[in-house]
């Protein structure tokens, strides 16, 4: 059933023309992973600190989650299950790992669905926010790099994580003492989502000519990312509370200032020193270190520069 309709989707997507596939690669970029960090870490930066925290928080748990249930699973991708269907264009570029379930959809689902379940969002803007997460999801099934069931799994999994995240941030405001036992917890699931993905085997199925389909040890190494991504964040969620405290409530210009310079001293630690140190540690280690530091310099250090540099700036005035 899931093969005919992406055969359908593919078959309509051939006749519609490329305005629409066009579309539809524009709303996948919405959940691609570089893209939804950006936009938490500006948030975070310049608009609202705890919306931002809040985000990450749960952007953090979808992919330890999204990891997890993708090195379970193992499922194949579209085109692997069926040689009849073709992705479109470059979109299998940014289709990595195993395909249940889509991280894209769970991306969505952090950053857009992650303020239609708040309550202090209005009507409108939670239903074009539900709306954004529902056409990244599809675009997912159209570009012909997910099944059905990877994207409405995604959804509903993303949706879920953010919608506990609401409740568990509102807990630690009212315990605010009580965050490193939440830290603590996070980081030893992560470990152990770690362990499981190393330590478990995965299926070797081969083509006509002998060929391995998949290699399960490439495959895992989005959940190792994950795992990289969700302990980088507990420990700068840390750091910054207890020895930084940086604030948003800042005039325009200091806003405009730090999404300026925060990003792009963002991407040159991302393009720069992340690929640098996964090329000197061998594997998993060099997946997990790599996505740690990304994430700990948007969580933890450049607010920590930004501060200093803001208060060295006061001083000097």
């Known amino acids: 059933m899931d093969i005919r309709i ?20 524009k709303m996948t970029f919405l959940g691609e992973l570089n893209t939804v960090i950006v ?12 919306f931002g925290a809040y985000l990450l928080m749960g952007w953090s748990g979808n992919r330890l989650v999204n990891g997890a249930l993708k090195v379970t699973a193992c499922a194949y991708r579209p085109w692997i299950r069926d040689a009849r269907i073709v992705p479109f ?7 990595t790992g195993y395909s249940f379930p889509s991280g894209h959809t769970m991306n969505a689902a952090t950053v857009f669905g992650g303020g239609a379940v708040r309550k202090d969002v209005g009507r409108a803007l939670r239903i074009t926010l539900g709306l954004t997460v529902a056409l990244v999801a599809f675009s997912r099934n159209y570009l012909g790099v997910h099944m059905p069931q990877d994207t409405l799994v995604g959804i509903l999994a993303g949706m879920l994580v953010m919608a506990l995240t609401v409740r568990l941030m509102g807990w630690v405001e009212a315990h605010p003492e009580k965050d490193i036992l939440v830290a603590g917890i996070g980081v030893g699931l992560a470990i152990v989502v770690a362990v499981y993905a190393a ?8 083509d006509a000519e002998g060929k391995l389909l998949v290699d399960g040890a490439k495959m895992a190494n989005d959940t190792f990312k994950g795992v990289g991504y969700c302990t980088a964040f507990l420990v700068g969620w840390i750091l910054e509370r207890r020895f930084v405290g940086f604030s948003t409530d800042i005039p325009m210009i200091r806003r405009v200032t730090r999404v300026a310079t925060g990003v792009l001293s963002y991407y040159a630690v991302s393009l720069i020193v992340a690929p640098l140190v996964k090329n000197l540690l061998p594997g998993a280690a060099g997946s997990i270190a790599s996505c740690f530091i990304q994430i700990l310099y948007i969580s933890f250090l450049f607010p920590l520069c930004a501060k200093r540099l803001e208060k060295a700036e006061a001083c000097d005035k």
Request: one cysteine or more; aromatic letters at 18%; proline letters at 2%.
């Open 199 to 206: 330590c478990k085997s995965y299926p070797a199925d081969y």
């Open 89 to 95: 264009g470059s979109s299998m570029t940014t289709a």
């Open 6 to 25: 992406m055969l359908l989707l593919q078959d309509f997507r051939n006749g519609a023309g490329a305005f629409l596939a066009d579309f539809f690669s």
């Open 39 to 50: 936009i938490m870490a500006i948030i975070y930066w310049a608009v609202s600190k705890e």
